[in-house]
C-alpha cells in the first residue's frame, strides 16, 4: 500500500490549491481514503473521507463549506480542493487509509503518505 500526496506549497489568504494523493496497492472501489492535517504543536484534525462508492464526509461544517473530497478511480487518485484559504489552514496534508475500511468516517489510520506542507501567508 502506498499513497504519495502532493500539491502543497505556498498559497496567499483567499487562494486555492488541490492537493493529490496517488494511491497503489489496492483499489479505491473496495476501500474509503481520507484526509488529515498536523500543524506544528497541534492535535491531529480529521479533514474529510470518501468512501468506496464515492460518498464524501466532512469532519465540520465549516470544513465542508471550503474543501472537497473526490476520487479518479481510473487513475487511482484522491483530491482535496480547498477554496478561500486562511492562515490557519497552514499545516502538513497527509492522505490516509485503514487495512479494511470502506465507509466513512475512518475512525483510526494504518496508511498515510509523507504529506504535503500547505503554507498560506502574505
Known amino acids: 500500500v502506498q499513497l504519495v500526496e502532493s500539491g502543497g506549497g505556498l498559497v496567499k489568504p483567499g487562494g486555492s490549491l488541490r492537493l493529490s494523493c496517488a494511491t497503489s496497492?489496492?483499489?479505491?472501489?473496495?476501500?474509503?481514503v481520507a484526509w488529515f492535517r498536523q500543524a506544528p504543536g497541534k492535535e491531529r484534525e480529521d479533514i474529510s473521507c470518501?468512501?468506496?462508492?464515492?460518498?464524501?464526509?466532512y469532519a465540520t461544517d465549516s470544513i465542508r463549506g471550503r474543501f472537497t473530497i473526490s476520487k479518479y478511480t481510473a487513475n487511482t487518485t484522491v483530491a482535496l480542493q480547498i477554496n478561500a484559504l486562511k492562515p490557519e489552514d497552514t499545516a502538513v496534508y497527509y492522505c490516509?487509509?485503514?487495512?479494511?475500511?470502506?465507509?466513512?468516517?475512518?475512525?483510526?489510520?494504518?496508511?498515510w503518505g509523507q504529506g504535503a506542507q500547505v503554507t498560506v501567508s502574505v
Open positions: 490516509a487509509k485503514t487495512e479494511q475500511g470502506r465507509s466513512c468516517p475512518l475512525r483510526e489510520y494504518h496508511y
Open positions: 496497492g489496492f483499489s479505491l472501489e473496495e476501500r474509503a
Open positions: 470518501i468512501s468506496m462508492t464515492g460518498g464524501p464526509s
